[in-house]
């Protein structure tokens, strides 16, 4: 596996030069296939059965190693479903458990409005491993994003990934953190440091800017080709009302089951 | 079935009558027809023309006995009559003329006179009656049953056919026929209930006669066949009447003998079951539905049980915990609990079945909880009923597996009191926890290392080869080439055909043998262990010819099976999944309403405080044996005297309630009294024993109580504030009543209270006298003095001086209570300091303790917190909602200072344990109860385990895996937690038995050989459980030598004097030794290592059968063993891996 974990390091660095590209690297990638899915939804998750698993053993002698990161996986997610992070959404690829799709939306501050797409790539001898990889689609315009890649500094947060200690979420958490509280020490994006320590005017202008251009390309086809990547279509109200119409039953489904 | 509307073909009215009389020769049928096709005016002449032809035979009969021509002559006129009344509709309402004409003139009251005149024709005539009202009940079309002149006969004929006649031959026709009338009103009075008032309250007051149908209906409720059918459906109905009429209710349980009768009924049956049922097969456990048919009585018992639960289901509160109550008393103390505890392993073995069967039998909650409550709390022999069942659990014979399964069936209840008796109150104070750790309890296993842990725990001789070369396709060591069906399967995505076909080909949860209940609950039974590996995958031993040998071997046994059993490959981990994702989420749903999440902090690890508490309290055992001893009994009774009072004010609470209850209608008055006779009935019957005895024992803590404390008064001041505080304020508790008002009152339809009246009752003198007969009298002159209710007032003013006489004696019992309490916390605290200066030595070593532990014979070991066992159960079962402080002090204050602790094995190590810190923890010895204890026990034996006992034995341990409560699943499952040295965890106990198992599968030449034969039995056993129709192969299962093995095994008694010599057993070791686990399982493999190896190698290629039966069922169990404990390990890891992922679900535990 740890073949995976470099190619995708390397993909995502490719992807600095040209981002599209990066994720379907790390997509093909990801070994094959495809069973895994269904489920992560939203609540509804962790359908996935386990067993749809493909993969040779990796971790131990035993063999089960594939499930053993699924179920971690699974874990993680359920944490993350827990959190309830606002503006957090988060689904993971059909093709690997280790990559999760994601979409943040800021609804105040320097980027309200702003909404972004993100992929987070988990190695995959987690949690023993690294820090998870953390990039925006789109290189928005902010001191702690690279202008290049979208890559946000992870490691800056988790100077050393502990298990059990350090989780998932707490990746997104501090992704989303960053544009309510921003910093500018040791910058990614040096112009946008100076403009927001500088001359806030425009720094506002700039990111003002960069939200218009993060809006349209949230519009286009995700770089991935991921069958669960999020993809965006124009509003249409009767597709708009059946989802709706859908979310809130499913929600009163839920509410019967749970107490059932 | 509707008796006002008539069957619509004779529904005809314009025709006129040709023939105005009926010659007596007419038949019947016809002439029926005739009428009914007649005008009203008609019928009515010729109604009154037969019925002078009747009089005119009555009225000379009158002085003289009736020739058979005169008797059939007034029959037949009155049938015709009969049958024109039946045709006759109702005018508006009001009767019509025939009708009227009948109520006019008393014309079946005066036909009834006659009748019960002639003695000659009694039979006949009764018969004839009862012919004619079964055709007036189920066919008129008007209301005849609100008429007194109909009832009144009517009810006279019922009451003369229920007199006792000689055993003629008619004698069975006329109670079908009786009963069928009878059943007829009751379907009557169902449907209208108007009616119910005139058969309620017709003449008699009170007594049998005042609801005579119901009254008549009793005698038959235990009775086989149709006759007995029909009455328990009667009396259903009349039960459910009752639901709704509360004065029926009242009637019913206060002036039948309804209850008694059934509840001694079930005694009856009981008796006359086989005592000793001889199993079908080797691998039986458990009752299952065929055996049910095959043995008539049991039949008839589940019947009558089954008939129970329809009442307690549908009938009226008090009905219904009356009829709880004599269950209780009659049959389960006096009955089952003697049952339990007979000589004869044979007879306690059946027992033990029977009792599992009913279990799984009953399904409403009051029963059940009647049930659960005996088996937790009540005792036999002073020895608390559960205690002696986990004993069993280590039991060597088919006792192990019958136990094992109505443990099983328990912890399957998702019951909170059981799981609380069995587990989770040694769990909850966290004693077998690190103190550092206890935090961590709660902490969910993310990255599935525990799973890992348990993967890497199967033992190497049944690995399959890391083989690299499939592993790309699979994760299993699917021969390339081979279509797989894991391999297909996985091109869709979460294919379910995929699951259901690998669960076809290896582990669906269906084959398990499902005993009785439809439902899957026994699903992982035989599930686990299944073998799911492809016949290729051979043991990771590098000897080549081995592996050649073990596909020769299969080869042999049949020739086909190596092709086909390629394709089981190993898809079933995710069988496994998803059979732990099933269960967890089954069992967290019916956990939902537990009223806590025993995750550690709920409930606080101090709730329990009073339970472990004492077992470091005798660190010092060897003096205090005796002083224990009497002290137990003094607080026994102290506490029995104490709930007794509480008792009584319920229950003079109750009649209150009753009066007040005042608006039913005219019988209500009569009833307070009665339910006091009942009471003081009781009390007075029972009481001078239990007074007695009470006595006794106040007497004996009164001498104990000083010298206890005097003995050790170290810190005793200091403890008094903490300990007994709440049993001061409890102790407050009897005097002001006004607190308890409400409560009791409040629990007054609360089967808790009624329950622990009946536990007093009984504890006095019943439950010592085993005999089943003498039980059933008593109970009968029980029943004697409730349905005679003649001097209620004596009575009553009878019980007052009980009620004084024991409410002081309470007080003393108490204050005897008090006064040892001090005593019992400065032990305690004697020992806390011992522990804490000893604290800084060393921990004893794991080996150590756990010898300590084997080495107390097992009986022990089951024995060992008993005493606090009822006692706290008790207490919590009696206020299992309303878990007020007030609650708590209370059970405090009941509690006996567990004696039955002097020989717990924590308690030797007590004094070495560390003094945890944390505030809330107690300081109390390592414990994690009898029952982990014991099934632990047997799990470290699992090596010598037969293959059904490990079947079992592996199910129930997955089972309680499934609960989704930290405390247990912590304890199970996370690997991480660290415990006290002396409490072993399941990983380490797992992985001793991995060590065995791997030893002697070195150490034995052909072990290589057998593994793969043993999974080709296993297969087939699992086939032959899903098709059952293909020829069991079973006797393969030993290879031949079936019966053999297992005479070895019934006839080795385990005697643990033996264990002690053992040592001198160097060659011929004894094969299955409850307890002996650890240390023995050294020595065995080192018995192996010795004598073992050569001997194998002689007879290697063929199985050694011929050369000792035991050597042969020592391997063969060492195999499968091998084989069962990787696929539970699996099991186990699937289980930890899906709590991981399961535990955020909604509703998972709500608190």
Not at chain 2, 264 to 288: E, M, N, Q
Not at chain 2, 1047 to 1054: F, G, K, V, W
Request: proline share 7%; with cysteine; glycine share 6%.
């Amino acid at each position: 596996m740890s073949s995976a974990q470099d190619s995708s390091t390397e993909s995502s660095e490719a992807l600095s030069s040209s981002p599209s590209p990066r994720l379907s690297g790390s997509g093909g990638e990801g070994r094959q296939l495809p069973s895994i899915p269904s489920s992560e939804l939203g609540s509804a998750g962790r359908g996935n059965k386990p067993g749809s698993k493909q993969v040779p053993p990796v971790r131990g002698t035993t063999g089960y190693g594939p499930f053993l990161q699924e179920y971690s996986m699974m874990a993680e997610y359920n944490q993350l479903q827990k959190q309830k992070l606002p503006g957090v959404y988060v689904m993971p690829s059909a093709q690997s458990p280790l990559v999760w799709n994601g979409l943040l939306f800021l609804r105040q501050g320097l980027y309200q409005s702003c909404s972004l797409r993100f992929i987070l790539t988990i190695p995959d001898n987690y949690p023993d491993g690294d820090c998870p990889d953390f990039a925006f689609e789109f290189p928005v315009f902010h001191p702690m994003v690279d202008p290049l890649s979208g890559r946000v500094d992870v490691k800056r947060a988790f100077p050393k990934w502990r298990r059990n200690v350090n989780h998932l979420w707490q990746v997104l958490m501090y992704a989303r953190k960053i544009f309510y509280k921003i910093e500018t020490k040791a910058p990614l994006n040096v112009e946008a440091a100076t403009l927001y320590e500088q001359d806030t005017e425009q720094f506002r202008q700039h990111v003002a800017e960069s939200i218009q251009t993060a809006k349209q390309r949230l519009m286009q086809p995700p770089t991935s080709d991921d069958p669960f990547a999020l993809r965006f279509s124009p509003w249409t109200e009767p597709v708009h009302c059946e989802a709706k119409r859908q979310m809130l039953n499913s929600k009163v489904l839920y509410r019967q089951d749970s107490t059932e | 079935m509707s008796w006002f509307k008539r069957s619509s073909s004779v529904r005809e009215d314009g025709r006129v009558a040709v023939n105005g009389q009926s010659s007596p020769g007419q038949g019947n049928g016809g002439s029926s027809r005739d009428r009914a096709d007649t005008d009203p005016d008609t019928c009515f002449e010729v109604f009154k023309n037969h019925w002078q032809q009747a009089l005119n035979v009555i009225g000379a009969g009158s002085k003289k006995t009736c020739s058979n021509d005169d008797v059939e002559t007034v029959v037949h006129n009155f049938e015709q009559m009969m049958t024109l009344l039946v045709g006759e509709e109702g005018i508006d309402g009001m009767p019509g003329p025939i009708l009227h004409f009948l109520l006019e003139k008393e014309v079946l009251e005066t036909f009834c006179n006659w009748c019960s005149g002639q003695r000659d024709h009694q039979d006949k005539l009764c018969m004839e009656q009862l012919r004619v009202y079964e055709l007036l009940i189920s066919q008129s079309r008007q209301l005849l049953l609100i008429h007194r002149q109909v009832i009144r006969p009517l009810l006279r004929l019922l009451m003369a056919c229920a007199e006792p006649r000689p055993p003629g031959s008619s004698s069975e026709e006329l109670q079908f026929r009786l009963v069928l009338v009878l059943h007829q009103i009751c379907t009557c009075i169902s449907q209208e209930t108007v009616i119910l008032e005139s058969f309620f309250s017709t003449e008699a007051d009170h007594g049998p006669a005042k609801f005579l149908i119901f009254s008549l209906l009793i005698p038959y409720i235990h009775q086989e066949g149709p006759i007995g059918q029909r009455a328990r459906d009667a009396l259903l109905l009349l039960m459910t009447l009752s639901a709704v009429h509360p004065h029926i209710g009242h009637y019913i349980a206060d002036n039948s003998d309804f209850c008694p009768v059934l509840a001694t009924g079930l005694s009856g049956l009981y008796s006359s079951l086989p005592r000793k049922i001889t199993p079908p097969s080797d691998d039986w456990y458990a009752l299952t539905e065929s055996d049910c048919q095959r043995i008539v009585d049991l039949q008839m018992f589940l019947n009558s049980l089954e008939f129970c639960n329809a009442v307690v289901q549908v009938a009226h509160p008090l009905v219904r915990d009356q009829l709880i109550k004599y269950i209780y008393t009659g049959f389960l103390v006096p009955v089952l609990g003697p049952a339990l505890h007979q000589n004869s392993r044979d007879e306690v073995m059946t027992a033990t079945a029977y009792l599992d069967l009913f279990l799984r039998r009953i399904s409403e909650p009051h029963l059940i909880r009647a049930f659960l409550r005996f088996v937790l709390t009540e005792r036999h022999d002073e020895i608390l009923i559960l205690e002696s069942l986990i004993t069993r659990i280590s039991s060597n014979s088919m006792l192990n597996l019958v136990s094992l399964s109505l443990f099983h069936t328990l912890v399957d209840m998702n019951c909170e009191e059981v799981m609380f008796q069995l587990v989770f109150k040694y769990l909850i104070p966290c004693t077998h926890v690190m103190v550092s750790q206890r935090r961590a309890v709660r902490d969910l296993d993310l990255y599935g290392k525990s799973a890992e842990k348990f993967l890497s725990l199967r033992p190497v001789c049944c690995m399959s080869y890391p083989s690299p070369s499939p592993a790309p396709q699979g994760l299993g060591p699917a021969p390339t080439g081979t279509p797989s069906p894991v391999l297909t399967g996985r091109s869709q995505p979460l294919s379910r055909t995929d699951a259901g076909r690998s669960a076809s080909i290896s582990t669906p949860a269906e084959l398990v043998k499902v005993p009785t209940r439809g439902q899957p609950r026994r699903r992982s039974f035989f599930r686990s262990k299944k073998e799911n590996k492809t016949l290729e995958t051979l043991p990771e031993f590098e000897q080549k010819p081995g592996s050649d040998t073990a596909s020769v071997a299969s080869m042999e046994l049949t020739t086909s099976i190596p092709e086909e059993a390629s394709s089981f490959s190993e898809s079933c981990y995710t069988e496994y999944l998803l059979q732990a994702r099933a269960v967890l989420e089954q069992c967290a749903r019916a956990c939902r309403n537990w009223s806590a999440p025993y995750d550690g902090e709920h409930p606080p690890p101090d709730a329990v405080l009073d339970h472990p508490v004492p077992s470091v309290a005798y660190g010092n055992i060897a003096v205090k044996v005796e002083g224990t001893a009497s002290r137990e009994s003094g607080k026994d009774t102290s506490k029995d005297a104490g709930s007794d009072t509480a008792v009584e004010r319920q229950r003079s609470n109750s009649t209150v309630k009753l009066l007040s209850h005042g608006n039913v209608p005219d019988p209500g008055s009569v009833h307070p009294p009665d339910s006091l006779t009942l009471e003081s009935q009781t009390n007075s019957d029972q009481r001078p024993s239990g007074a007695s005895r009470l006595g006794g024992g106040d007497n004996a803590a009164l001498a104990k109580g000083p010298s206890d404390s005097s003995s050790s008064s170290v810190i005793a001041d200091r403890q008094c504030n903490k300990v007994p505080s709440s049993s001061s304020s409890a102790l407050s508790q009897p005097p002001p009543p006004s607190i308890d008002h409400d409560k009791l009152h409040s629990c007054l339809h609360d089967l808790d209270s009624f329950l622990a009246f009946l536990n007093e009752m009984n504890l006095s003198a019943e439950s010592s006298s085993v005999s089943l007969e003498e039980s059933l009298n008593s109970l009968d002159n029980l029943l004697k003095s409730l349905t005679g209710k003649q001097g209620a007032g004596q009575d009553s003013s009878a019980k007052k001086s009980v009620d004084a006489a024991l409410s002081s004696r309470a007080q003393d019992g108490m204050s005897s209570e008090k006064r040892t309490g001090p005593a019992q916390s400065s032990d305690i605290s004697t020992a806390t300091s011992t522990s804490a200066t000893a604290s800084t030595t060393t921990n004893p070593a794991p080996t150590s303790s756990s010898q300590v532990r084997t080495a107390l014979p097992p009986k022990s070991l089951g024995l060992n917190p008993g005493k606090d066992v009822s006692l706290g159960g008790k207490c919590r079962i009696l206020s299992p909602l309303n878990r007020t402080p007030d609650d708590m002090s209370r059970a405090f204050l009941m509690s006996p200072m567990s004696p039955g602790f002097l020989m717990s094995p924590s308690s030797y190590s007590a004094g070495l344990r560390p003094l945890p810190t944390a505030l809330r923890y107690s300081n109390a010895a390592p414990n994690i109860g009898p029952f982990l204890a014991a099934v632990f026990g047997r799990l470290e034996g699992m090596v010598q385990n037969s293959l059904y006992s490990n079947l079992l034995l592996t199910s129930l341990v997955s089972r309680l895996a499934a609960y989704p409560h930290p405390l247990l699943r912590s304890f199970l499952l996370n690997v991480n937690l660290v415990f006290q040295p002396s409490v072993k965890s399941l990983v380490q106990v797992l992985s001793s038995v991995r060590q065995k198992v791997d030893n002697y599968a070195v150490t034995t030449r052909n072990f290589s050989v057998l593994i793969p034969k043993a999974r080709l039995n296993l297969k087939m056993r699992e086939d032959t459980l899903l098709f059952p129709s293909q020829a069991p192969p079973t006797a393969d299962f030993f290879g031949g030598q079936f019966s053999k093995p297992r005479a070895a095994t019934m006839s080795e008694m385990p005697s643990e004097k033996k264990k002690l010599s053992l040592a001198d057993l160097f060659r011929r070791s004894p094969k299955q030794k409850p307890g002996g686990q650890r240390g023995r399982g050294q020595q065995l493999q080192k018995v192996q290592v010795g004598g073992g190896v050569g001997y194998r190698f002689i007879n290697s290629r063929r199985q050694d059968t011929s050369d000792s039966p035991e050597e042969f069922l020592k391997e063969w169990n060492a195999v499968y063993c091998a084989l069962l404990l990787e696929e539970f390990l699996k099991e186990l890891a699937a289980l930890s891996l899906e709590h991981s992922v399961l535990y955020y679900d909604e509703g998972y535990v709500s608190s």
